[in-house]
């Protein structure tokens, strides 16, 4: 019996749908050569992660292991699988291996965080192999929500394994590959270990649709308008971007694109080639002198993003152009749960100035890039793996997936982040549990989820912040009373009187009952003001706020 192992190990996206991070391993137990399968973001949110920029799996495990790794493969260039690679770079220092179009992206981040562009290493689709290791991997080509997504095979001395990346089931996507049954069937044919598998919408009852049957729907909505037409969806989403300008060329519109991200993607596609035209575009000045019923802008902010090109419209002009009442303004996209309230916030304000708003309620305006339930099962049936493990999905999915595949007769592992899982024999099993947590991206540092920042900012935004500053001389008697600094409160608690006032009076009672030993102990000092402010503050406005506590001194 070998002493060797196959492992498999989830630091992000299992669990949750978002900052993907997956790793392989195979070796002697703990010193394994692995290799990492994208390295993503989450986007964060004012209740949970205020002031936080984005926030990447906490990859301290991996930092331990830095020797070990062998090489990052990057599925595809959505940020939820490789918005942290720049970031996690410097750290890991390990090739990175990518298709084209995710290079080109991939190297663009890299370039913005001052790393050399040449860690990133352009692979080619199957057959195309790269030896990293143990391990001899290729991208096989499988249609998306963005060009060039792969799945990965991974031939291990243990056996095949697939790992699906995000996909879907879509014979004419548009831009990108089609699906291919034939050459999956060929890949799969002498057996495969494991499918680490998809999961986003496994909920979904009805075969997924492909991206062609948009284009009659959206020709008739966009030539039957009036005013201006603007559009927005994920600007990855390529295929859907040119879809929606070949929409406007064909009503005799002018294409405006609004938002880096846009003109970015667009120009990553026609320079790697995986778009071959696209309707000529004119620039914002040029747009001013256009009629308004000849002009169409695809722009960023689908998601209700208050930076992006839509947020920037509904609240007045952006680079010159407004948007006025009569025009249309189309949600080619589905709104991420979490973003419900952004999106909505800017449907009422394009509301208030008259425009008409259309969303994918409808059905007909947008097809999710990924498979759904009846497509996963497809992809089951012509994989056909001992084992599958489902990925990206929060645990509800993960669950629900595992018994389709049982219900198939495929072993099941449910495996969330943190979750090892040994592949090595016929029966899968945790072989241990890794901590696992998130990494915060705050402004230009990292900041790990225990270290207390966010949970103060949380504390603050909740319940406000006092400053309070007390002076005592050479003898360890209060100079004067203590005076507080309020941020985040209300000026007047129930009393009437202002609340500083207040505060201040009971600081200062305080002061004069304490004994000696208090006022010559900066602990106990410190912690009988918090206490008493926290109190008094209670008893004025129902809140206890957070306390920063300066006591000076003269000696």
């Given at each position: 019996?070998?002493?060797?192992?196959?492992?498999?190990?989830?630091?992000?996206?299992?669990?949750?749908?978002?900052m993907?991070?997956y790793?392989y391993?195979?070796?002697?137990?703990?010193?394994?050569?692995?290799?990492?399968?994208?390295?993503g973001?989450?986007?964060?949110?004012?209740?949970?992660?205020p002031?936080?920029?984005?926030?990447?799996?906490?990859?301290?495990?991996?930092?331990a292991?830095?020797?070990?790794?062998?090489?990052?493969?990057?599925t595809?260039?959505?940020?939820?699988?490789?918005?942290?690679?720049?970031?996690?770079?410097?750290?890991?220092?390990?090739?990175?291996?990518?298709?084209?179009?995710?290079?080109?992206?991939?190297?663009?981040k890299?370039?913005?965080?001052?790393?050399?562009?040449?860690?990133?290493?352009?692979?080619?689709?199957?057959?195309?192999?790269?030896?990293?290791?143990?391990?001899?991997?290729?991208?096989l080509?499988?249609?998306?929500?963005?060009?060039?997504?792969?799945?990965?095979v991974?031939?291990?001395?243990?056996?095949?394994?697939?790992?699906?990346?995000?996909?879907?089931i879509?014979?004419?996507?548009?831009?990108?590959?089609a699906?291919?049954?034939?050459?999956?069937?060929e890949?799969?044919?002498?057996?495969?270990?494991?499918?680490?598998c998809d999961?986003?919408?496994?909920?979904?009852?009805?075969p997924?649709?492909?991206?062609?049957t948009?284009g009659?729907?959206?020709?008739?909505?966009?030539?039957?308008?009036?005013?201006?037409v603007?559009?927005?969806?994920?600007?990855s989403?390529?295929?859907?971007?040119?879809?929606?300008?070949?929409?406007?060329?064909?009503?005799?519109?002018?294409?405006?694109?609004?938002?880096?991200?846009?003109?970015?993607?667009v120009?990553?596609?026609?320079?790697?080639?995986?778009?071959?035209?696209f309707?000529?575009i004119?620039?914002?000045?040029e747009?001013?002198?256009?009629p308004?019923?000849?002009?169409?802008?695809?722009?960023?902010?689908s998601?209700?993003?208050?930076?992006?090109?839509?947020?920037?419209l509904?609240?007045?002009?952006?680079?010159?152009?407004?948007?006025?009442?009569?025009?249309?303004?189309?949600?080619?996209?589905?709104?991420?749960?979490?973003?419900?309230?952004?999106?909505?916030?800017i449907?009422?304000?394009?509301?208030?100035?008259?425009?008409?708003?259309?969303?994918?309620?409808?059905?007909?305006?947008?097809?999710?890039?990924?498979?759904?339930?009846?497509?996963?099962?497809t992809?089951?049936d012509?994989?056909?793996?001992?084992?599958?493990?489902?990925?990206?999905?929060?645990?509800?999915?993960?669950?629900?997936?595992?018994?389709?595949?049982?219900?198939k007769?495929?072993?099941?592992?449910l495996?969330?982040?943190g979750?090892?899982?040994d592949?090595?024999?016929?029966?899968?099993?945790?072989?241990?549990?890794?901590?696992?947590?998130?990494?915060?991206i705050?402004?230009?540092v990292?900041?790990?989820?225990?270290?207390?920042?966010?949970r103060?900012?949380?504390?603050?935004?909740l319940?406000?912040?006092?400053?309070?500053?007390?002076?005592?001389?050479?003898?360890?008697?209060?100079l004067?009373?203590?005076?507080?600094?309020?941020?985040?409160l209300?000026?007047?608690?129930?009393?009437?009187?202002?609340?500083?006032?207040?505060?201040?009076?009971?600081?200062?009672?305080?002061?004069?009952?304490?004994?000696?030993?208090?006022l010559?102990?900066d602990?106990?000092?410190n912690?009988?003001?918090?206490?008493?402010?926290?109190?008094?503050?209670?008893?004025?406005?129902?809140?206890?706020?957070?306390?920063?506590?300066?006591?000076?001194?003269?000696?």
């Open positions: 019996m070998s002493s060797e192992r196959l492992i498999y190990l989830p630091l992000g996206g299992a669990g949750e749908i978002g993907n991070a790793v391993g195979y070796g002697k137990p703990g010193k394994e050569r692995l290799i990492v399968v994208d390295l973001v989450a986007f964060p949110d004012m209740d949970s992660s002031g936080v920029d984005l926030i990447i799996a906490d990859i301290a495990w991996l930092r292991r830095k020797d070990q790794i062998e090489a990052v493969f990057v595809h260039a959505h940020e939820d699988h490789v918005g942290g690679v720049s970031h996690t770079y410097g750290q890991l220092q390990a090739p990175i291996y990518a298709r084209k179009f995710t290079a080109n992206i991939t190297k663009r890299m370039d913005e965080h001052g790393h050399p562009d040449d860690a990133v290493r352009v692979i080619g689709a199957w057959p195309e192999q790269i030896d990293a290791g143990p391990f001899t991997v290729g991208f080509p499988i249609s998306h929500s963005i060009p060039e997504s792969s799945a990965l991974i031939d291990t001395p243990a056996g095949r394994v697939i790992h699906s990346g995000d996909f879907k879509d014979r004419t996507p548009g831009v990108g590959e699906y291919d049954p034939d050459l999956w069937a890949v799969c044919k002498d057996g495969i270990k494991a499918l680490i999961s986003t919408n496994v909920f979904s009852p009805d997924g649709r492909s991206e062609a948009l009659p729907a959206l020709e008739e909505l966009v030539s039957a308008a009036e005013g201006m603007v559009a927005t969806t994920f600007a989403n390529v295929a859907r971007v040119k879809t929606l300008a070949m929409a406007a060329d064909k009503a005799g519109r002018s294409v405006v694109l609004l938002g880096r991200a846009m003109k970015r993607m120009e990553a596609s026609l320079e790697t080639g995986v778009m071959k035209d309707p000529p004119v620039s914002p000045e747009a001013r002198g256009i308004r019923e000849n002009l169409m802008l695809l722009v960023t902010g998601q209700g993003e208050r930076r992006a090109a839509s947020a920037q509904a609240r007045g002009k952006f680079q010159g152009i407004e948007m006025k009442e009569g025009d249309l303004f189309l949600f080619s996209s589905k709104t991420i749960p979490g973003n419900e309230k952004g999106v909505i916030r449907m009422n304000q394009f509301s208030e100035r008259g425009v008409d708003v259309v969303d994918d309620s409808s059905g007909r305006y947008h097809v999710s890039g990924h498979a759904n339930r009846p497509d996963l099962e992809l089951h012509v994989v056909k793996p001992q084992v599958l493990i489902p990925m990206h999905g929060e645990h509800r999915h993960l669950r629900e997936h595992v018994k389709i595949a049982e219900g007769g495929i072993a099941g592992v495996a969330v982040n979750m090892m899982i592949l090595s024999g016929n029966e899968p099993k945790v072989a241990e549990y890794v901590e696992t947590g998130r990494t915060y705050d402004g230009s990292q900041i790990g989820a225990l270290d207390g920042v966010v103060d900012r949380i504390r603050m935004a319940n406000g912040h006092v400053t309070v500053t007390v002076i005592l001389d050479d003898e360890d008697e209060p004067g009373d203590p005076w507080v600094d309020t941020m985040g209300p000026e007047v608690g129930k009393s009437g009187a202002p609340l500083a006032d207040v505060l201040e009076e009971d600081l200062s009672q305080f002061l004069g009952r304490s004994k000696a030993a208090t010559r102990d602990t106990k000092l912690d009988g003001l918090k206490r008493v402010l926290r109190q008094s503050a209670q008893e004025e406005i129902g809140k206890k706020p957070e306390v920063t506590v300066v006591v000076s001194r003269l000696s």
